[in-house]
C-alpha cells in the first residue's frame, strides 16, 4: 500500500464558517439605555482637525479622562450613537443573515459596561443580558452561528478610574465573574468565546483596551505588561471555568495579526523583525502554549520591565490554555534593526513602499495573509479563524443611490484566494469574518467615512443622515462567493 504524498485539498471545507464581525461600542448606539454604565470607549471623539493617519486615540491621563467626562459639549463622541443597532438589530440582522448575505456566523461583543454597569456591581445588570438574549437568539434565527467576544474596548469605566483597569488584581476577579455569569446564561447558543480582542495590542492600547490610566503609575511600559499578566491570567481563569463547567464551549485567543516583513536581508533586520514579531506573538504563545517564552523574559530584562507573577498564576496559565485561535488581519509592515530599537507602539515598524495603502495608510497585502495563516498554524496546530478582514475606504453612493464599490470586490477576492492558498498549504483555517459587514463607526477614529462594510449606512461623521441601509454593488458578488462556499471568486 503506498500513498501519493500531496496536497490534501484546494478547496474550502464543508461547514467552513462565512461571517461578519462586529464590535458592540461601534454600532450599538444607546450608550446610556438599558441600564448601561459608562465605558471607556464612550469617551473616545472624533478628531477630524488633525491629518487622517493620526486620528486614533491616543492615551489618556486621569485628569484629561475626567475632563473628557465632565466637558462632554465640547467633544463629539460618534460611538455614543453607532449605527443605532440596538434599536435597528433585528432589520439588519435580516440583510446579513440566511434572508440576506448569507453570512453562516456573526461575530460581536457584549458590552460589559451593559452587563456590569461599573465593573464591580454585586449583580448583573438583566436588562443588558436580556437585550443579548434577544439579539443572539435573533442571530440564530438568521442561521448565523454567533461568536461572541467578551471584553472589545468596552470596560466600564468605573474600573478604570477607581481600580487602574487590568494593572490591579481585583480586575481579573470582575473579569472572571463577568464571564462567569456570560457562560451560564447563553452557552446554549453560543459555543465559540473570544475572551479579548486584539490581546496583543498592548503597546498601542493602554487605556481602551487594558483600562490603565497613561499616569497610573511611573513606568507606563511595566503598567502595561503587568496588566497584560492579569489580563492572561484572567484569561485562564475564565477558561478554567469554562471547561469545568460547559465541556462544550471553546475559548479563543485573539490576536491583532501585525507580523512584519524585514527591510532587507541584512542579519540584523532579519534578527530584529523576528524578535519584534514574536513579541506580537507572545499573548498567544503564553495562552496556548501555556508559558512565557524566553523571548519576552529577555525583552523585559533589556528594557528594564518589571512584571511580578502572583503564586499560582503560572500554573493557572500552564494548565487552561485555549482551544482555538483567531486573528484580525488588516495588514503587514516592515521593520529593521533601527526602527524595531523604538519602544513597541507604532514607531518600530514602517510601511511597505512595494504595497498601495488606503487613505489611513493602512497597506493591501493579500499575500501576507497567507503568510499570517501559515505562522500561526506552523506555530500554534490549534483550529483557527481569521475574525477580522477588511479595508476601510471613503466612499459615496452614486446618482443610482448605490455605492459601487469594485475595489472592494477586488480586496476581498485576493484575500478569500490567498486564505484558499492556505488551505492546500495545509493550513486549518475554519472560519472567515468580514469586519463590519455594515458599515460602522471607526474604532480607531471614530469616523463613519472610514467604510468597510457590503451594506451603506446613510450617516456623516456627525450623526447625521437618514440610517437607511443600502445594499452596495460588492453585496450581490459577496452573497455568490458564500453560496458558492468560496468556489466562486
Ligand atoms: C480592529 C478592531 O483593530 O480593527 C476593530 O478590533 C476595528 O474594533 C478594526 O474597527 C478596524 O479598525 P478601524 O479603526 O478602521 O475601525
Known amino acids: 500500500m503506498t500513498t501519493t504524498l500531496t496536497s490534501a485539498t484546494h478547496t474550502f471545507p464543508q ?27 464612550d469617551i473616545s471623539a472624533l478628531r477630524k482637525d488633525v491629518p487622517i493617519e493620526k486620528r486614533m486615540q491616543g492615551e489618556l491621563t486621569r485628569a484629561q479622562i475626567r475632563h473628557a467626562i465632565d466637558n462632554a459639549e ?46 464591580d456591581d454585586e449583580q448583573p445588570c438583566e436588562e443588558g443580558l436580556a437585550f443579548y438574549d434577544r439579539l443572539i437568539d435573533a442571530m440564530v434565527a438568521q442561521g448565523m452561528e454567533p461568536f461572541m467576544t467578551v471584553s472589545h474596548y468596552e470596560m466600564p469605566m468605573n474600573l478604570a478610574l477607581s481600580y487602574g483597569g487590568w494593572h490591579n488584581r481585583r480586575t481579573i476577579d470582575f473579569f472572571c465573574r463577568y464571564c462567569q455569569v456570560l457562560f451560564d446564561r447563553y452557552h446554549d447558543r453560543v459555543k465559540h468565546w ?30 502595561r505588561y503587568q496588566a497584560l499578566h ?31 516583513y524585514p527591510a532587507t536581508a541584512a542579519p540584523d533586520d532579519v534578527m530584529a523583525t523576528y524578535r519584534r514579531n514574536q513579541m506580537e506573538l507572545l499573548p498567544a504563545d503564553v495562552l496556548v502554549q501555556g508559558r512565557y517564552p524566553g523571548y519576552a523574559l529577555r525583552f523585559f530584562e533589556d528594557r528594564g520591565i518589571t512584571v511580578v507573577a502572583e503564586d499560582g498564576d503560572l500554573e493557572a496559565l500552564a494548565t487552561h490554555t ?81 455605492v459601487h464599490d469594485p475595489y472592494r470586490v477586488r480586496y476581498f477576492r485576493d484575500h478569500i484566494a490567498q486564505m484558499r492558498e492556505a488551505v492546500a498549504d495545509g493550513v486549518d483555517v475554519r472560519g472567515y469574518f ?56
Open 322 to 402: 485555549a482551544d482555538f485561535v483567531c486573528f484580525s488581519y488588516y495588514l503587514t509592515q516592515v521593520c529593521n534593526a533601527e526602527s524595531a530599537a523604538q519602544e513597541q507602539g507604532g514607531h518600530d515598524t514602517f510601511q511597505n513602499p512595494l504595497l498601495e495603502a488606503n487613505p489611513w495608510g493602512w497597506a493591501i497585502d493579500p499575500v501576507g495573509l497567507r503568510w499570517t495563516l501559515n505562522v500561526f498554524w506552523d506555530r500554534y496546530h490549534k483550529p483557527l479563524y481569521i475574525v477580522e478582514n477588511g479595508c476601510g475606504y471613503l466612499e459615496e453612493p452614486g446618482e443610482d443611490g448605490i
Open 194 to 223: 473570544i475572551l479579548i480582542n486584539q490581546i496583543n495590542m498592548v503597546a498601542h492600547e493602554g487605556f481602551n483596551h487594558l483600562g490603565v490610566p497613561l499616569d497610573e503609575t511611573s513606568d507606563p511600559l511595566s503598567a
Open 434 to 489: 468580514a469586519w463590519g459587514a455594515m458599515d460602522i463607526v471607526s474604532a480607531s477614529s471614530c469616523e463613519m467615512s472610514k467604510r468597510y462594510g457590503f451594506i451603506h449606512v446613510d450617516q456623516d461623521d456627525w450623526g447625521h443622515g437618514s440610517g437607511t441601509r443600502t445594499p452596495k454593488e460588492s453585496y450581490a458578488w459577496m452573497q455568490r462567493v458564500i453560496k458558492s462556499n468560496g468556489t466562486e471568486l
Open 74 to 119: 465640547g467633544y463629539v463622541f460618534p460611538k455614543r450613537w453607532g449605527i443605532d443597532f440596538y434599536h435597528t438589530y433585528a432589520s439588519d440582522l435580516a440583510l446579513l443573515g440566511r434572508e440576506g448575505l448569507g453570512l453562516s456566523a456573526l461575530r460581536t461583543s457584549i458590552n460589559w459596561a451593559r452587563i456590569f454597569p461599573n465593573g
Open 230 to 260: 492579569n489580563e492572561m491570567v484572567g484569561c485562564a481563569l475564565a477558561t478554567k471555568y469554562a471547561h469545568e463547567t460547559y465541556p462544550d464551549l471553546q475559548i479563543g485567543v485573539m490576536e491583532y495579526a501585525d507580523l512584519a
Open 15 to 41: 461547514g467552513f464558517l462565512w461571517g461578519g464581525a462586529f464590535a458592540a461600542h461601534q454600532m450599538e448606539g444607546a450608550w446610556d439605555e438599558g441600564g448601561k454604565g459608562l465605558s471607556v470607549t
